[in-house]
């Protein structure tokens, strides 16, 4: 009784530093964007930040994207007007960082992602962001960093720009099914990674806020940005295939404190920077300059070491590789060139029965294993009988 409660109290300890890691990574875009956190409003009232999208709703319109009808001019709340209830309803849900909306592009009804970036605060995002937009990298496989689809200058104000992004939604969001799949995720975050380390950029906050999924394909029903469980309109939930039935490409966002290096610099030194990751080792005791590049190895290792290994049963084989990864010793963690070269040959090793095998949360209870589980078998036999790859593998 005494270790099921004490496996309670860590779970919920690991909910609420993950809590608290999420409100502060938050506040700290929203305080670069908009100088200080949105007060808390009620959804029948426009937050602060809110207001500036409602006050541009033209200019987008008039650059082929429409954001919600709650920043429509003359908005009126529907719940006023139905007799839905207001949590019911599309146009109450607030988004959660003010500095990014979504919103539907008019030319092919495709949904996108705006963001605001100040250049004051992040002079180097967008220049790295188009970089790996360009014909040259964008075509590439292994690139994995988000697409810009083009950059909007905010008029009457020199400082911001708007990105033009895909719709993305988080890397684990939904549930991983089986082994193959958090496989092949890992190898794309790690070739992503090595893209970007190949070409002489730093990502310098790649942590599970900055990883996300292009789910278009996966998903048969449009989902809600805010809430992606449901349908864009609020009907019901929004239904999806398995990522083994439909594979995504999982991509990096986030360039505001990225760098690119000159070719001939392979050891650059910066001042620690602190991202949404606070446990880097190097950075707690000293604020002497550091290589970047193995940060960047210390926050995908921890960022599988804290969503995967501490969380599900079964990828013990990630260990030895993850735990280098997040040497406290910089100089003793593997390159990505490493890392992408002992992960291959451990992805060799893994045979077709583990890699179709069931995603088990550590702290699953039986209800839900059994109800999960017999889901699990009934789509496993139809995969293998109609010779679907145990790693799902993009066309």
């Known amino acids: 009784m005494f270790s099921a409660m004490s496996k309670r109290t860590a779970k919920t300890t690991s909910k609420d ?54 920043y429509a001019p003359g908005w009126i709340p529907s719940w006023k007007t139905s007799k839905k209830e207001c949590n019911a309803c599309e146009d109450a849900e607030v988004p959660l960082f003010g ?23 992040h002079p180097h995002e967008v220049d790295i962001g188009l970089y790996f937009s360009s014909k040259s990298l964008a075509s590439d496989p292994a690139n994995h960093c988000v697409p810009i689809h083009e950059v909007l200058q905010v008029p009457e104000d020199d400082d911001r720009v708007i990105i033009v992004m895909p719709l993305l939604r988080l890397y684990s969001n939904p549930r991983f099914d089986t082994v193959g799949e958090v496989v092949e995720c890992f190898r794309q975050l790690f070739e992503g990674l090595h893209f970007m380390h190949t070409h002489h950029v730093a990502h310098r906050d790649c942590m599970n806020l900055n990883t996300m999924m292009d789910a278009k394909s996966l998903y048969i029903d449009a989902y809600h940005p805010s809430r992606p469980r449901l349908k864009r309109d609020f009907s019901g939930f ?35 920077i602190w991202g949404g990751d606070k446990t880097v080792p190097e950075f707690q005791k000293s604020n002497e300059p550091r290589n970047p590049f193995p940060t960047d190895v210390y926050y995908l290792g921890n960022l599988i070491r804290e969503d995967i290994l501490q969380t599900k049963v079964g990828f013990e084989f990630m260990e030895p590789l993850i735990t280098d990864m997040v040497r406290d010793d910089p100089n003793k963690r593997p390159t990505m060139d490493e890392v992408v070269s002992r992960f291959d040959e451990i992805r060799k090793g893994l045979g077709n029965w583990k890699l179709r095998s069931r995603v088990v949360d550590k702290e699953e209870g039986a209800v839900s294993g059994l109800f999960r589980g017999a889901g699990h078998w009934a789509r496993r036999v139809k995969f293998i009988a109609g010779g679907v790859p145990a790693i799902p593998a993009r066309s």
């Open 17 to 70: 530093t993950e809590l608290e890691r999420r409100r502060a990574h938050i506040e700290r875009l929203e305080r670069e964007t908009f100088g200080e956190p949105s007060k808390a409003t009620g959804p029948e009232t426009l937050g602060e930040n809110e207001l500036w999208w409602h006050n541009h709703y033209q200019f987008f319109k008039d650059h082929g994207y429409l954001l919600r009808p709650r």
């Open 238 to 272: 929004a239904r999806h295939y398995t990522r083994t039935q439909r594979p995504p490409k999982y991509f990096f966002i986030d360039f505001g404190i990225s760098r690119r290096y000159d070719p001939s610099n392979s050891s650059p030194l910066e001042d620690p």
């Open 99 to 121: 500095h990014i909306l979504d919103a539907t592009r008019t030319e092919d009804g495709s949904f996108v992602t705006l963001k605001i970036v100040k250049k004051s605060v």
